[in-house]
């Protein structure tokens, strides 16, 4: 087999592989809009299909791991390949912890309906919060598809947004068991929600993460903001 043959079937595993991953992601934000969906109108259908579609996730993943080990083992990648491989790799585990994060709050969202928990709580004001995690995501994945890193950059400094979402939410639910103390279960309940809904921000600036490492080589989880900058000089 020619080099020329050997690097032009390689190209094409790793294009494929990367493909899948987007596929992956794909999915996982049609989960999210569900999320979205039973927040706004509170909607068990929603959450079902939510529950559902967990399934098809969990494949994702372990078919895109399967064959990037199949990759490594007969290509072993060096250099930006092999880090690619990384990447995706780091990038398939955080899109099956949205995943998991999704359907977390469905389940949260499907008991919150099912004990008939007081209306006067606002549990539809948390569409708004998923929706900006779910816009981190698509960003998120976007920038992986063109491995770009100023874009990856910019997804990691606006998670500061959803977390003072979740601040300002946090705090709104504190004011509402103070008040009354009935809905003390019901707002401790909500708050596990917003939680899990900040947390798919925090999955969103990892998989950003990983486009700075394929693209730069550099690790910059846990590195500052100025850490950050001076990687991308």
Do not use: W
């Given at each position: 087999?020619?080099?020329?043959?050997?690097?032009?079937?390689?190209?094409?595993?790793?294009?494929?592989?990367?493909?899948?991953?987007?596929?992956?992601?794909?999915v996982?934000?049609?989960?999210?809009?569900?999320?979205?969906?039973?927040?706004?109108?509170?909607?068990t259908e929603?959450?079902?299909?939510?529950?559902?579609?967990?399934?098809?996730?969990?494949?994702?993943?372990?078919?895109?791991?399967?064959?990037?080990?199949?990759?490594?083992?007969?290509r072993?990648?060096?250099?930006?390949?092999?880090?690619?491989?990384?990447?995706?790799?780091?990038?398939?585990?955080?899109?099956?912890?949205?995943?998991?994060?999704?359907?977390?709050?469905?389940?949260?969202?499907?008991?919150?309906?099912?004990?008939?928990?007081?209306?006067?709580?606002?549990?539809?004001?948390?569409?708004?919060?998923?929706?900006?995690?779910?816009?981190?995501?698509?960003?998120?994945?976007?920038?992986?598809?063109r491995?770009?890193?100023?874009?990856?950059?910019?997804?990691?400094?606006?998670?500061?947004?959803?977390?003072?979402?979740?601040?300002?939410?946090?705090?709104?639910?504190?004011?509402?068991?103070?008040?009354?103390?009935?809905?003390?279960?019901?707002?401790?309940?909500?708050?596990?929600?917003?939680?899990?809904?900040?947390?798919?921000?925090?999955?969103?600036?990892?998989?950003?993460?990983?486009?700075?490492?394929?693209?730069?080589?550099?690790?910059?989880?846990?590195?500052?903001?100025?850490?950050?900058?001076?990687?991308?000089?």
């Open positions: 087999m020619s080099d020329k043959h050997f690097s032009t079937q390689f190209e094409s595993e790793l294009a494929h592989v990367t493909a899948r991953v987007l596929e992956m992601g794909g996982v934000e049609s989960q999210l809009r569900q999320c979205i969906h039973a927040l706004h109108h509170l909607s929603s959450t079902g299909q939510v529950l559902e579609i967990e399934k098809k996730v969990n494949m994702f993943e372990l078919e895109i791991d399967h064959e990037i080990i199949s990759i490594m083992s007969r072993q990648p060096t250099a930006r390949d092999l880090r690619l491989l990384i990447g995706i790799s780091r990038v398939i585990t955080n899109l099956e912890r949205a995943g998991d994060k999704s359907t977390r709050i469905a389940r949260m969202v499907d008991k919150f309906i099912q004990s008939g928990a007081p209306r006067v709580l606002p549990v539809k004001s948390l569409g708004a919060s998923a929706q900006l995690a779910a816009s981190q995501i698509h960003r998120a994945l976007d920038a992986f598809a491995l770009d890193v100023q874009e990856a950059l910019a997804v990691i400094n606006d998670d500061d947004q959803l977390d003072s979402e979740y601040e300002a939410y946090f705090r709104q639910i504190s004011t509402y068991m103070m008040e009354d103390s009935r809905l003390i279960g019901s707002s401790i309940h909500l708050m596990f929600l917003a939680k899990a809904i900040e947390r798919i921000g925090d999955l969103a600036k990892n998989i950003a993460e990983a486009t700075i490492y394929v693209v730069k080589g550099a690790d910059v989880r846990h590195s500052t903001d100025e850490e950050r900058r001076s990687v991308l000089q």
